[in-house]
């Protein structure tokens, strides 16, 4: 029988992530994702409900095996995901400055930019 711990260990295989990283990524301890992935403890609720969040997991295939294992996304729920990512990013990176200066733009900001777009698609 296929366990939660056996599809927990699945998502890892899966993500390519350490048993370290995941544990990082939902702020609990290495001891707790062994005791999960290794003596086959049940996650609390909370748990559960962060790794699908954290990871775009399927609650109901977490929980019980059914349906898909992660969550299909349309392009403009992955659009918001991927910029939120990069503000919540402290950094001073390239990625953040540049999405927050896109956020600050008005309209005839945006008409000038699409101009610039189209004149250098032409010219590619």
């Known amino acids: 029988m296929v366990t939660i711990r056996d599809r927990i260990l699945l998502l890892l295989e899966k993500k390519n992530i350490t048993k370290t990283e995941f544990a990082n990524k939902l702020n609990i301890t290495q001891a707790y994702v062994s005791k999960i992935t290794n003596k086959?403890?049940?996650?609390?609720?909370?748990?559960?409900?962060?790794?699908?969040?954290?990871?775009m997991v399927n609650e109901n295939w977490l929980r019980?095996?059914?349906?898909?294992?992660?969550?299909?996304?349309?392009?403009?729920?992955?659009?918001m995901i991927?910029?939120?990512n990069i503000?919540?990013?402290?950094?001073?990176?390239?990625?953040?400055?540049?999405?927050?200066?896109?956020?600050?733009?008005?309209?005839s900001d945006w008409?000038?930019?699409e101009k610039i777009c189209v004149k250098l698609h032409k010219e590619s």
């Open 40 to 55: 086959g403890a049940t996650p609390s609720d909370r748990l559960i409900e962060d790794i699908c969040e954290k990871f």
């Open 82 to 84: 991927w910029a939120a």
């Open 64 to 79: 019980t095996g059914n349906g898909e294992m992660f969550i299909k996304l349309d392009k403009e729920n992955q659009l």
């Open 111 to 113: 008409e000038t930019l």
């Open 87 to 107: 503000l919540k990013d402290e950094s001073d990176s390239f990625k953040r400055r540049f999405v927050k200066m896109l956020m600050e733009l008005d309209e």
